[in-house]
């Protein structure tokens, strides 16, 4: 899943991304890995934004956790909202 800020973990209470993650990877027999990927800064939402503006706007917002990890593999993000 995407992850979230934890301002934004801490408002919500929970990251809808995580959920629908969860569901997909029980239907596809697939693992989650929550631990690989984190938000390093708090973004405005995304869902009004143009295409350019989300690009501009999620800039050096996440980090890998484990970059000797993910080196030559490949992974589904999920988030919560269909933009583009």
Do not use: M
Request: with cysteine; proline share 4%.
């Amino acid at each position: 899943p995407i992850p979230q800020h934890w301002y934004r973990r801490a408002t919500l209470r929970y990251n809808q991304a995580e959920v629908l993650a969860r569901k997909i990877a029980t239907e596809c027999d697939i693992a989650v890995r929550d631990d690989l990927l984190k938000r390093t800064r708090l973004t405005a939402k995304q869902g009004t934004k143009t295409i350019q503006e989300r690009q501009l706007s999620l800039i050096d917002s996440f980090a890998c956790k484990r970059p000797d990890f993910v080196k030559y593999k490949s992974f589904l993000l999920v988030d919560d909202i269909v933009t583009s």
